[in-house]
């Protein structure tokens, strides 16, 4: 099974602020990586998907990188809408299977 | 726009089976992978599986042996039913769609979970 590491597993921050979350799988997974944002008592919402792909309708302050083991999402100017929690997932493989990370939460500073 | 709704008891006694459905409207049920995922209170997110509008499935390894998912292209219902439930089910539960797409530089199959329904509440006890 293929495992997913998050870090920092929290962060404060101000608007403003650049902020870089990362995930590690426990082996390669090519570009198979998405990221979703949840707020308290919602529905979680894709923001990445294929490691850099953009959502429809995501504002373009959020980015993603990587491949293989190591991926990285990117708000570049945090909004007050932001503060939320936020997943990667692992969708390797065909048929796929699925791992969530153990999420980041990010906070007001 | 497709809208997923998930429905059915809030509450199920240890031992016994839950059963949800999830709904899908705005449109067809058809040509995509349906799936559910949990989230138990203050915890983070766990897949449970999924099923092909065909019915071919594929579930969570951690959960296969008390996992079945179904689906009912007549109604554009997908359902899940998790047998001998104890306390650790107590979950929000969520089913989603998922697409995939192929990208034919690097030749892999890519997929994610694009719209979710509201969740769904669903404790164990007695």
């Known amino acids: 099974d293929i495992r997913m590491t998050q870090s920092p597993s929290s962060l404060s921050a101000s608007v403003g602020d650049r902020v870089t979350i990362t995930c590690r799988a426990s082996?390669?997974?090519?570009?198979?990586l998405n990221w979703y944002q949840q707020k308290p008592g919602k529905a979680p919402k894709l923001l990445i998907y294929?490691?850099?792909s953009l959502q429809s309708g995501v504002p373009s302050r959020f980015s993603g990188s990587g491949s293989g083991t190591d991926f990285t999402l990117t708000i570049s100017s945090l909004q007050p809408e932001d503060f939320a929690t936020y997943y990667c997932q692992q969708s390797y493989s065909t048929p796929p299977s699925f791992t969530f990370g153990p999420g980041t939460k990010v906070d007001i500073k | 726009q497709v809208q997923l709704q998930e429905s059915g008891p809030g509450l199920v006694k240890p031992s016994e089976t839950l059963s949800l459905t999830c709904t899908v409207s705005?449109?067809?049920?058809?040509?995509?992978?349906w799936s559910w995922i949990r989230q138990p209170p203050g915890k983070g997110l766990e897949w449970i599986g999924y099923?092909?509008?065909?019915?071919?499935?594929n579930y969570n390894p951690s959960l296969k042996s008390r996992v079945i998912i179904l689906v009912d292209r007549s109604k554009n219902q997908f359902s899940l039913k998790l047998s001998s439930v104890t306390a650790a089910d107590t979950a929000v539960y969520y089913c989603?769609?998922?697409?995939?797409?192929?990208?034919?530089?690097?030749?892999?199959?890519?997929?994610?979970?694009?719209?979710w329904g509201k969740g769904t509440t669903v404790t164990v006890s007695s």
């Open positions: 082996q390669s997974i090519s570009k198979c």
């Open positions: 294929a490691a850099s």
């Open positions: 099923i092909y509008y065909s019915g071919s499935t």
């Open positions: 989603a769609r998922i697409r995939g797409s192929y990208e034919p530089d690097q030749h892999y199959y890519y997929y994610y979970m694009d719209v």
């Open positions: 705005g449109g067809s049920i058809s040509s995509y992978y």
